[in-house]
């Protein structure tokens, strides 16, 4: 199981200005010595010891995360923001086509829901979408963005063939069992848990964590504990989450303490702040190992989300 990760912005998506592009060229140039441009192999050296917010970019893309299985035509997707057109657009040079999509949508706010119109497979009428969400009226909700004056086009001109299930329980899919928990945020959003041979990943964007999620009582148990890894919304820091306190997001320094909790083994840090740069995003994920440190937990590998990132399970 691949989960690769084609969207990791929250609220809006924030392409890089030219503005802070050109401060990374210059703070590279300053650091560039003789020696390293001596050759080919120096060149390589050099910027292969840049620190990764400088010598890249965690990206601007709002949410979208998909699950790939060995020898499987078929794909598990979490959210439809910009980031899925990305996937779209990948799907053309992938040797193994995927035609069947499966869409587990976590909420309907703009940032979850934008990039659908742009997904180039769901135009091929070969291809097959199935969309799941606990959430009733799930065709009208999603096709809603694509009605006039909102969109030229209606959800009826994509040509794949289309479903729409309405998530009573666990659902069964492509080797796996997903269930869904229901979490705090302002109109409701969904964290979905992924088992597939004994493993177990969670998608839990969109969450302000409280201390109804660290009860240990048998439904958290069962949906979080000792989970192999977590997707979670790390927007804020400690001070911010305080000033924007039921807005919806939670804290990188909580959601470490959530993790901790539950025995949970890999930590993905997701839904960035659209007002965060690069260098702020890697100081943070400095300050959350700094973190687990200072408070000695142990067992629990920290990642930023950025795109392109994909992790085997």
Known sequence: M????????GSIPTPTSPSRIKSKISAIVEQITPDDIE???????????????????????????????ENLNECIVFDCGSGLREMGLAQINEKTKINQYHFFLSHFHWDHIQGLPFFSPGYNPANKMDFYSPVGGLEQIIGGQMIHPYFPVSLDVMGSKKTFHYMEKDIDICGCTISAKKMNHPGDSYAYCVNHNGKRIIYATDTE??????IKNDENTAFFKDADLIVI?????????????????????LAVDFAANWNIKHMVMFHHDPTYDDHKLYGILQSARWYLERMNLKGIELTLAYEGLEISI
Do not use: M
């Not at 691949?2 to 912005?9: M, S």
């Not at 919304?233 to 320094?253: M, R």
């Open 233 to 253: 919304d790390c927007q804020y820091t400690l001070g911010e989450a305080i000033e924007k306190y039921n807005w919806g997001h939670s804290a990188f320094s």
């Open 2 to 9: 691949k989960i690769h990760f084609w969207g990791v912005r």
């Open 209 to 214: 964590l409280t201390s109804n999620d660290f």
């Open 39 to 69: 050759s080919q192999e120096s060149r390589e050296r050099f910027l292969a010891g840049l620190p990764p917010w400088l010598f890249g970019t965690v990206g601007g893309n709002s949410p979208c995360v998909s699950l790939t299985f």
